[in-house]
């Protein structure tokens, strides 16, 4: 059974930092993409950055430069590093695991966290 849980939200001013962690079990990042979403209130879930099997990173634009998408292999871990945030980064960061051969831009497939939640504000 699958299980990811994520951690490391919070409130933080615009320009700071963040960084994410997703622990994944019953899973192997070899044979599984690895994305985190984002879901701002009344706005529908997004990608925001994955990692693909063989380990390339892949970013939306709005975050591009700024973000930064890696794993851990030994520790089944994926992290989102997050700098110079803006109040638009706002939203519940969900991280999500799914079959290497499924596109990551499609919100319905996978296994989904919990869910963290990150705010930006001054």
């Known amino acids: 059974q699958v299980q990811l849980v994520e951690s490391g939200g919070g409130l933080v001013q615009p320009g700071g930092s963040l960084r994410l962690s997703c622990a994944a079990s019953g899973i192997s990042f070899t044979f599984n993409n690895m994305g985190w979403y984002r879901q701002a209130p009344g706005k529908e879930r997004e990608l925001v950055a994955a990692?693909?099997?063989?380990?390339?990173?892949h970013y939306v634009a709005p975050v591009k430069g700024r973000f930064t998408i890696s794993r851990d292999n030994a520790k089944n871990t994926v992290y989102l590093q997050m700098n110079s945030l803006k109040p638009e980064d706002t939203a519940v960061y969900y991280c999500?695991?799914?079959?290497?051969?499924?596109?990551?831009?499609?919100?319905?497939?996978?296994?989904w966290g919990q869910g963290t939640q990150v705010t930006v504000s001054s």
């Open positions: 999500n695991a799914r079959n290497r051969y499924l596109n990551v831009y499609d919100t319905t497939f996978g296994t």
């Open positions: 990692i693909i099997s063989d380990g390339s990173p």
